[in-house]
T-cell receptor, first 114, second 114 residues
């Protein structure tokens, strides 16, 4: 079946602009995760959605970052007033939700802030 | 907090040889999971192998196996009969039971030489 998809694949934006990154998880997966991969910080957790529970936002680096998951499926990560340090690859993953279950990753969105 | 350390930034090995990637971790938890993920140039993270900490038996997936030393908090990955397609970044990661955030190491860039 189809894997996790993300769009756009690449995004170039000017400093100060807002961006939206989209993630379509694997059908039937109740858990969805966002991670960020950057040269300076490596791979870091951002936010986690599980079913109808309140999301775990503990990894969001600032209040400029937010995410939502509509209808338990598609998720959007929004970065407001982008800064150059936001440049990174943003990875989305989904899983069946049981603790420790495999997280299936999408191909990522490479964000470049100029 | 969990930490994962990969002390080998880069490694290279001849095709068909065996290579071992090192990983150590630190956790105060008794229930946790350990993973090795592969990230080829396509950017997509792919699960290589998964180990449940309560299982003493080392996980194996075809040419990939781990040496899990719980007391030493060590989780190395052995790749046997290495192939050109094994060229990638390899990330070691941990996950605490009930807390679904993956904590990643900094990665090892593995190159298989023809």
């Amino acid at each position: 079946g189809a894997g996790v998809s993300q769009s756009p694949s690449n995004k170039v934006t000017e400093k100060g602009k807002d961006v939206e990154l989209r993630c379509d998880p694997i059908s039937g997966h109740t858990a969805l995760y966002w991670y960020r991969q950057s040269l300076g910080q490596g791979l870091e957790f951002l936010i986690y959605f599980q079913g109808n529970s309140a999301p775990d936002k503990s990894g969001l680096p600032s209040d400029r970052f937010s995410a939502e998951r509509t209808g338990g499926s598609v998720s959007t990560l929004t970065i407001q007033r982008t800064q150059q340090e936001d440049s990174a690859v943003y990875l989305c993953a989904s899983s069946l939700g049981a603790s420790g279950s495999e997280q299936y990753f999408g191909p990522g969105t490479r964000l470049t802030v100029t | 907090a969990q930490t994962v350390t990969q002390s080998q930034p880069e490694m290279s090995v001849q095709e068909a040889e065996t290579v071992t990637l090192s990983c150590t971790y630190d956790t105060s938890e008794s229930n946790y999971y350990l993973f090795w993920y592969k990230q080829p140039p396509s950017r997509q993270m792919i699960l290589v192998i998964r180990q449940e900490a309560y299982k003493q038996q080392n996980a194996t997936e075809n040419r990939f196996s781990v040496n899990f030393q719980k007391a030493a908090k060590s989780f190395s990955l052995k790749i046997s009969d290495s192939q050109l397609g094994d060229t990638a970044m390899y990330f070691c990661a941990s996950l605490r039971w009930g807390n679904e955030k993956l904590t990643f190491g900094t990665g090892t860039r593995l190159t298989i030489i023809p």
